[in-house]
């Protein structure tokens, strides 16, 4: 069965479906309340697992902000438009959206789903709407490509301080079709995030997130070196006593990186991999000028994620990007930071629709995207509410997450009398708190 090219009107059917089921007895299995649909999660996944997604940076500030800031924007509804006809379709960067939204990109989905990003890519393809595959993958992006089929496949990166590596990661994302390369720039460094500091968990020591890594032949090549070539040991730090948690990790590495679990334990290659990921990850170096070098490594669009203010747009602009993410990764990186709507109208008041602008961090709802578009926002990426979907349910509870999205996306255009995405716009809503004799 193919996915619809155009989900305008689909909100009705979509919310009619979970009211017949409940009238034979049978509520949704994955909530469409967006606290009850977290909560739900927080039951389903450990607590390490549910706290590396949910946690955000010190304080969590910034994500709550992220959220709440929604409410500084209200949506005004205009009356007797004829909106029995609707559009959610457009089109983003060549490429076509049957509605404006997308799988964010979010790494190391083994924690929610054993099938990870091949069940979120069976979700985008069931609905056709895009999925970005995350440099910190669970599976191989290969492998995801192949799960995705003809629907349409951005790759983020991490930037890697190993220039070969990163044009490795780019190469093979453009071999196994990827339509864009999504380049993060707020996580050179990993923020302060105080859930993950409490429990002493980071995923990538255990060897989870790294598919990418442990699939890519430069990758492994430098891994092989460090086996050969071990550098020296800081004997100012002593060895940490063997634990039961310990030998978890242990096997945790060794059963993520290729090959036989057992011989890998004997073999040194698993740790000697994670060692190396943590000297490659960060590059806290990364210039405006260093755009040219991956313009000079692929001919796919260039879309940099992380951008708040208005003047690193200009730079955007300026060294010829084709689109940009308004981000603050969820909250995750800097705690106390502006929340990303508020970013999003500074930021799209000063670009002027020059290029395209997809904002991330915050949407909870269809209402929510509703607000983005209205903000000059051309498609919005959705991360937290589909993975909880997908703790939930796998790749059909990440799909009934988007495919609610879009429903109640197309809900609020009906009632706000806005026959399709170019409708939405200025007019559409307000600040709260705006004089009440401003004209609507």
Same mark, same amino acid.
Request: hydrophobic share 45%; glycine share 8%; proline share 7%.
């Given at each position: 069965?193919?996915?619809?090219?155009?989900?305008?009107?689909?909100?009705?059917?979509?919310?009619g479906?979970?009211?017949?089921?409940?009238?034979?007895?049978?509520?949704?299995?994955?909530?469409?309340?967006?606290?009850?649909?977290?909560?739900?999660?927080?039951?389903?996944?450990?607590?390490?697992a549910?706290?590396?997604?949910?946690?955000?940076?010190?304080?969590?500030?910034? =994500? +709550?902000?992220? *959220?709440?800031?929604?409410?500084?924007?209200?949506? /005004? !509804?205009?009356? $007797?438009?004829?909106?029995?006809? &609707?559009?959610?379709?457009?089109?983003?960067?060549?490429?076509?959206?049957?509605?404006?939204?997308?799988?964010?990109?979010?790494?190391?989905?083994?924690?929610?789903?054993p099938? =990870? +990003?091949?069940? *979120?890519?069976?979700?985008?393809?069931?609905?056709? /709407? !895009?999925?970005? $595959?995350?440099?910190?993958?669970s &599976?191989?992006?290969?492998?995801?490509?192949?799960?995705?089929?003809?629907?349409?496949?951005?790759?983020?990166?991490?930037?890697?301080?190993?220039?070969?590596?990163?044009?490795?990661?780019?190469?093979?994302?453009?071999?196994?079709?990827?339509?864009?390369? /999504?380049?993060?720039?707020?996580?050179?460094?990993?923020?302060?995030?105080?859930?993950?500091?409490?429990?002493?968990?980071?995923?990538?020591?255990?060897?989870?997130?790294?598919?990418?890594?442990f699939?890519?032949?430069?990758?492994?090549?430098?891994?092989?070196?460090?086996?050969?070539?071990?550098?020296?040991?800081?004997?100012?730090?002593?060895?940490?006593?063997?634990?039961?948690?310990?030998?978890?990790?242990?096997?945790?590495?060794?059963?993520?990186?290729?090959?036989?679990?057992?011989?890998?334990?004997l073999?040194?290659?698993?740790?000697?991999?994670?060692?190396?990921?943590?000297?490659?990850?960060?590059?806290?170096?990364?210039?405006?000028?260093?755009?040219?070098?991956?313009?000079?490594?692929?001919?796919?669009?260039?879309?940099?994620?992380?951008?708040?203010?208005?003047?690193?747009?200009?730079?955007?602009?300026?060294?010829?990007?084709?689109g940009?993410?308004?981000?603050?990764?969820?909250?995750?990186?800097?705690?106390?930071a502006?929340?990303?709507?508020?970013a999003?109208?500074?930021?799209?008041?000063?670009?002027?629709?020059?290029?395209?602008?997809?904002?991330?961090?915050?949407?909870?709802?269809?209402?929510?995207?509703?607000?983005?578009?209205?903000?000059?926002?051309?498609?919005?990426?959705?991360g937290?509410?589909?993975?909880?979907?997908?703790?939930?349910?796998?790749?059909?509870?990440?799909?009934?997450?988007m495919?609610?999205?879009?429903?109640?996306?197309?809900?609020?255009?009906?009632?706000?009398?806005?026959?399709?995405?170019?409708?939405?716009?200025?007019?559409?809503?307000?600040?709260?708190?705006?004089?009440?004799?401003?004209?609507?």
């Amino acid at each position: 069965m193919q996915p619809p090219k155009d989900y305008g009107g689909a909100g009705r059917a979509i919310q009619g479906q979970i009211y017949s089921l409940g009238a034979v007895g049978h509520k949704p299995k994955v909530p469409t309340d967006p606290l009850a649909l977290a909560y739900a999660a927080s039951n389903k996944m450990t607590p390490e697992a549910y706290w590396y997604v949910a946690g955000s940076a010190g304080m969590q500030r910034t =994500a +709550e902000a992220n *959220v709440t800031a929604f409410e500084r924007y209200q949506i /005004v !509804p205009h009356m $007797l438009r004829d909106v029995r006809e &609707r559009s959610t379709a457009t089109t983003v960067l060549g490429t076509h959206v049957p509605a404006p939204v997308m799988f964010a990109p979010i790494g190391v989905l083994e924690m929610a789903h054993p099938q =990870a +990003e091949v069940a *979120v890519a069976q979700a985008a393809a069931s609905l056709g /709407v !895009p999925m970005v $595959l995350s440099t910190q993958g669970s &599976r191989p992006m290969e492998e995801t490509a192949a799960s995705l089929g003809p629907a349409p496949m951005w790759y983020q990166l991490y930037w890697s301080n190993n220039n070969d590596l990163m044009r490795s990661l780019v190469t093979r994302a453009e071999a196994a079709g990827a339509q864009a390369i /999504v380049v993060t720039l707020d996580t050179h460094t990993i923020g302060w995030r105080t859930r993950d500091l409490d429990l002493g968990f980071l995923p990538f020591a255990k060897g989870m997130g790294l598919a990418q890594y442990f699939s890519d032949p430069v990758f492994l090549e430098l891994v092989k070196q460090r086996v050969e070539n071990p550098p020296p040991k800081d004997a100012s730090i002593p060895a940490p006593r063997p634990t039961l948690a310990a030998l978890g990790t242990l096997w945790s590495q060794a059963s993520h990186y290729p090959g036989n679990t057992f011989s890998n334990l004997l073999s040194g290659y698993p740790r000697a991999a994670v060692e190396t990921f943590l000297d490659v990850f960060p590059c806290s170096g990364i210039k405006w000028t260093d755009l040219a070098l991956l313009k000079s490594i692929t001919k796919l669009p260039i879309i940099l994620k992380g951008i708040q203010t208005s003047s690193d747009a200009e730079l955007a602009l300026r060294y010829g990007v084709d689109g940009i993410v308004v981000s603050n990764h969820g909250g995750r990186q800097v705690d106390g930071a502006i929340a990303s709507v508020d970013a999003l109208e500074v930021v799209a008041r000063e670009l002027e629709g020059r290029i395209p602008i997809i904002f991330d961090s915050g949407i909870r709802s269809g209402a929510d995207v509703f607000k983005a578009l209205a903000l000059g926002a051309s498609a919005v990426f959705v991360g937290r509410p589909w993975l909880y979907g997908l703790a939930l349910d796998g790749a059909e509870g990440a799909k009934a997450v988007m495919e609610r999205i879009i429903a109640e996306l197309d809900i609020t255009m009906a009632l706000a009398g806005v026959k399709n995405l170019s409708e939405i716009n200025q007019r559409c809503i307000r600040r709260a708190g705006a004089a009440s004799g401003a004209k609507l």
